[in-house]
């Protein structure tokens, strides 16, 4: 009796050890399945939307993900803000930009010279220790693409996919930028001058940009930032069309946002993914694409 009890017991123990094996395997991704994108370039590791940080998050990724603002020269310049931060940028002088200064250091107020004086590197980043300090300048979009371009002929390397948001919202138009229809208009000119339109996507928070962008070319694909808690349905009839990527907040993203938008046909990207856990969790649920400050930790799960 003794002997069948203990039999009994190993094949539970077995059986158990089966179970979870499966289980286990059942949650293995193929990462390559998932389209990931360096932000910023790759903020975590280089100075934020620079050519370094372009250059390096190659190293990883063949996606880019970028923001672009106006100056007053109407040239289309990589920034997330429309000024100088107090968080990442110094005077001409090296003196540190101060927060109360910043509007008043606005890009649309400035020619790209005035622009490349400004150095948004060299600074500690209170968020990315790791992030190596270089003296640098906020670039230009087309300096950008034409260094990319360049650096991945000479370094036999696939030339990337861009993603560019358009920073903009309705209460600095004519401000801090210029007012939809001419953002639009200067980036789609610079894109197509550049013959790189069929390589890249367009997105913003601000709905009033993604309706022109439809407007002005329809054919372009558009992605449809969201930071709000009101959901997919409710987003989506913002939009008088149906855009090809949500990309929301990452903990905003359940089965259901996934499952809703695929059922339509679009793709699913969050930002700002850092954390392995966090991926693989994503990955998991089915995202079509993630967007990180670190692109070196890609696969590490």
């Not at 590791?45 to 603002?69: C, G, R, S």
């Not at 020619?111 to 640098?136: A, I, M, N």
């Not at 790189?196 to 928070?205: I, P």
Request: charged fraction near 30%; hydrophobic fraction near 40%; aromatic fraction near 8%.
């Amino acid at each position: 009796m003794i002997k069948l009890k203990l039999n009994i017991l190993c094949i539970l123990i077995l059986l158990n050890i089966q179970s979870c094996s499966i289980s286990k395997q059942s949650t293995i991704i193929d990462m390559k399945d998932v389209a990931f994108q360096g932000h910023r370039g790759c903020r975590g590791l280089m100075p934020e939307n620079t050519i370094p940080a372009f250059e390096k998050a190659l190293d990883y990724v063949e996606i880019l993900e970028m923001d672009v603002v106006v100056s007053k020269d109407n040239k289309i310049i990589v920034s997330h803000e429309a000024w100088m931060s107090s968080t990442i940028c110094s005077h001409p002088n090296g003196e540190p930009v101060l927060k109360k200064e910043e509007k008043d250091l606005a890009i649309y107020k400035m020619t790209y010279e005035e622009v490349k004086k400004y150095d948004c590197g060299l600074r500690d980043h209170p968020k990315f220790s790791e992030q190596k300090k270089l003296k640098v300048h906020k670039p230009s979009f087309v300096d950008v693409v034409k260094h990319i371009e360049n650096y991945c002929l000479v370094n036999n390397k696939k030339a990337p996919w861009y993603d560019i948001e358009i920073k903009s919202e309705e209460a600095h138009y004519g401000e801090l930028i210029p007012a939809p229809q001419f953002f639009v208009e200067l980036m789609l000119k610079e894109l197509n001058d550049l013959g790189v339109k069929e390589r890249c996507n367009l997105q913003s928070f601000d709905v009033n940009i993604l309706e022109e962008i439809h407007k002005q070319d329809p054919e372009i694909i558009i992605a449809y930032l969201v930071e709000n808690i009101e959901g997919v349905k409710d987003n989506l009839e913002k939009l008088s069309f149906k855009p090809q990527i949500y990309s929301p907040y990452y903990k905003l993203v359940k089965k259901k946002t996934i499952k809703l938008c695929h059922s339509k046909k679009i793709k699913v990207i969050p930002w700002t993914v850092n954390k392995p856990e966090q991926m693989k969790k994503l990955a998991i649920l089915g995202v079509d694409g993630i967007i990180t400050d670190y692109p070196n930790l890609i696969g590490s799960f």
